[in-house]
């Protein structure tokens, strides 16, 4: 069997981008949460806040690390698997990344160096800073790397002269149609996975009585964080795809499902797609559905995917999937956020183990929900690389051969995870060893020995009690 060089060349992206794309999202929404920390210790004084903000600085950089080491593979790619697609864009994209580095990396590496080692030798004002240079230094990095990307959804402000595409409006490249939409989906979906990585290890701290009072604090910050931006998530997510459906109509088809251009499309909460026919199988959907929420009526005509040929149709059932994947995971983590809600008007949350424990759960749904929503993005886009300008085909490295694309895969795979076993053994070092550890010569430390982690004999100790906020 011949080895496919275009297949092998996006399954290795894929890989690589979706290995990586767990870690930025986290540091994103952490780093905000740091920098908030901060802020209130300078403002109270309370050693509380210190010890929070000092325990997820520790997390925040095992995982920023594994994200820059796992982040550089990527740009090789375009020049070993995609070289076509380089030299066409690389008036536009050669500055954007450049951009990247320059105005963010830079800054983040800077200020975390700062962040880790600085506390007691600089002034405690700018303690507190360089923690939000540190934030602000992970929204530039997203923001031009989503202006890259979204500028392959969707194109403006560039030509071709020969073969080579030029840029005629810088404006109108970076900030193309799809940027505002996309920013702020990712933007919000980095604060909740931040929040519910957050919520869940609280909750895995207060079911054994450990640290109770700090774990308190971090849980009902990010209860309220949650309940506000789950359901502000979802009013975003759909105004993104108005936004898709009016760039890209062939890929709501295929997240919907919807073969035919018609109206009256019901809302498919299951169906089994086959392209081949061009057809569903075994329908369970609601009535009118779909052409109420994308045009707001219920005969509203909404774009199947008869209105491209075959082969320009990206692969139906991963994107169907994939989109619901992604919305059912949404819909659960409103839930979730509403149940805290009541919980705490009750005056139960502290008193509820079930929910501490639905918490570790939900702190893995972001990121599924992440990826989710990247396989619906990036797969609905085929077959094109820049959006109705350059197909995969047409991208891929002219000399690159089968198994040169599955051997590189394959040693991807064994350094990632070695990356990510590495990475994790630190990360549950960490965790283990919470925020009792006290380093034998930290500065803050009342100790002159270092301090292991303690934890309950006994259930006695778990602090649960009726009637406790």
């Known amino acids: 069997m011949e080895l496919d060089p275009i297949f092998l060349s996006r399954l290795q992206f894929a890989f690589v981008v979706s290995f990586h794309a767990i870690f930025p999202v986290f540091t994103i929404g952490l780093a905000s949460f740091i920098a908030v920390l901060e802020g209130i210790y300078l403002k109270t004084q309370n050693p509380v806040w210190m010890k929070l903000s000092q325990f997820w600085t520790k997390v925040f950089a095992v995982v920023f690390g594994m994200g820059v080491v796992s982040g550089i593979v990527m740009a090789f790619q375009f020049g070993t698997n995609w070289s076509n697609f380089s030299y066409i864009s690389a008036n536009f994209l050669g500055p954007i990344l450049s951009y990247e580095v320059v105005t963010a990396f830079f800054l983040e590496a800077a200020f975390l160096g700062v962040l880790l080692f600085g506390r007691g030798k600089v002034p405690p004002g700018i303690y507190w800073m360089s923690a939000v240079l540190v934030a602000v230094g992970t929204f530039i990095s997203s923001f031009w790397i989503l202006s890259a990307n979204s500028w392959m959804h969707t194109p403006a402000g560039v030509e071709f002269r020969g073969e080579l595409l030029y840029v005629t409006s810088w404006l109108e490249a970076i900030f193309n149609a799809s940027l505002p939409y996309r920013f702020a989906h990712m933007g919000l979906a980095s604060f909740l996975t931040g929040g519910f990585v957050v919520a869940g290890v609280s909750a895995w701290y207060l079911l054994r009585g450990r640290e109770v009072e700090a774990n308190r604090k971090a849980l009902s910050m990010t209860l309220w964080l949650l309940l506000i931006l789950t359901p502000l ?80 149709q990206p692969p139906v059932w991963v994107v169907f999937w994939s989109f619901r994947v992604m919305v059912g995971l949404g819909l659960l983590m409103i839930a979730v956020a509403v149940t805290g809600l009541v919980l705490r008007l009750r005056g139960k949350l502290w008193s509820t183990p079930w929910y501490f424990r639905v918490l570790q759960v939900m702190s893995i749904t972001p990121f599924i929900a ?93 602090p649960f009690e009726e009637g406790a906020r």
């Open 370 to 462: 992440v990826l989710a929503g990247w396989f619906t993005t990036e797969i609905g886009r085929g077959p094109w690389l820049i959006y109705g300008i350059m197909t995969f085909a047409e991208g891929v490295t002219p000399s690159l051969q089968g198994w040169m694309a599955l051997t590189t895969l394959i040693g991807y795979i064994i350094v990632y995870a070695l990356v990510f076993s590495g990475g994790l053994y630190y990360l549950m070092r960490i965790l283990r060893d919470g925020m009792e550890y006290q380093p034998a010569h930290d500065e803050h430390s009342t100790q002159t020995t270092t301090l292991r982690a303690k934890r309950p004999f006994s259930a006695a100790d778990v």
């Open 233 to 312: 998530q979802a009013y975003v997510g759909d105004l993104h795809g108005l936004n898709t459906l009016e760039h890209q109509p062939a890929k709501v088809a295929a997240m919907e499902g919807n073969w035919e251009t018609r109206g009256n499309v019901p809302l498919l909460l299951f169906a089994w797609p086959d392209q081949e026919n061009q057809t569903n199988h075994l329908e369970v959907g609601i009535p009118n559905l779909a052409s109420i929420i994308l045009k707001h009526s219920p005969d509203g005509v909404v774009p199947g995917l008869d209105m491209v040929p075959r082969e320009e």
